[in-house]
């Protein structure tokens, strides 16, 4: 099945304390992305990447860094977590370039939900 | 400053009614226009989508339409059933592309059987 898996679905953290998220797509997509959701601010985009060893900087990405070492991962390290990173958090994935109707579809994780104490 | 601006926050809808979700937008650069889905514990997921080159795109009872001069686009469910009770965003971005897209703040829809 086509998809995009993340891990951990839930972590409760503590102040300081190193985590990264996994990202895996199985679709052999070049473009990947992080966002973050939260209640009433929408979805916000932290990182992305059009293809390996080549990322940017969306529109929040303080306090988050990522690589893409292969094409099929992109995990989000958040180095020293601070309780306003708590949230929920999607990884997305797509391929490059424009189809005859629009851009390719992006297809979302299921989200992991952080909890930063 | 929010580029994209959705409304309501929330709606509530009898089932057979018609949803109609609102977007207003800044950036005259913005050239695509997706609709998300998202039901709970769910990754978002593309509903339908508009170029600026038309005003209106139906897909079954999802319909997208466009003023451009108004800079507003709006999503219209027609026959609404208590299964498409989710979280609505409208999203926007630049080169037709899924890149930078810049969301709304989501719509709650809930239709009542």
């Known amino acids: 099945e086509a998809q995009v898996t993340q891990n951990p679905r839930y972590l409760i953290t503590v102040t300081g304390k190193k985590l990264t998220v996994t990202c895996s797509q199985n679709m052999n997509h070049e473009y990947m992305s992080w966002y973050r959701q939260d209640p009433g601010l929408g979805l916000r985009q932290i990182y992305y990447?059009?293809?390996?060893?080549?990322?940017d900087k969306g529109d929040v990405p303080e306090g988050y860094k990522v690589s893409r070492k292969e094409k099929r991962n992109f995990p989000l390290i958040l180095e020293s977590p601070s309780p306003n990173q708590t949230s929920l958090y999607f990884c997305?994935?797509?391929?490059?370039?424009?189809?005859?109707?629009?851009?390719?579809?992006?297809?979302f994780g299921a989200g992991s939900r952080l909890t930063v104490l | 400053q929010q580029q994209v601006k959705q409304s309501p926050q929330s709606l509530i809808v009898q089932k057979g009614g018609i949803s109609i979700i609102n977007c207003a937008y800044e950036n005259t650069a913005f050239d695509y226009f997706p609709w998300y889905q998202q039901f709970p514990g769910k990754g978002p997921a593309l509903l339908i989508a508009?170029?600026?080159?038309?005003s209106e795109k139906k897909e079954g009872r999802f319909t997208i339409s466009f003023n451009k001069s108004a800079k507003q686009f709006s999503l219209h469910i027609m026959d609404s059933q208590p299964g498409d009770s989710a979280t609505y965003f409208c999203a926007a971005s630049i080169g037709g592309s899924n890149y930078k897209l810049t969301f709304g703040k989501g719509t709650l829809l809930t239709v009542n059987p």
């Open positions: 997305a994935s797509s391929l490059l370039g424009l189809t005859p109707s629009g851009a390719n579809v992006l297809t």
């Open positions: 990447s059009m293809n390996v060893e080549v990322t």
């Open positions: 508009i170029r600026p080159d038309v």
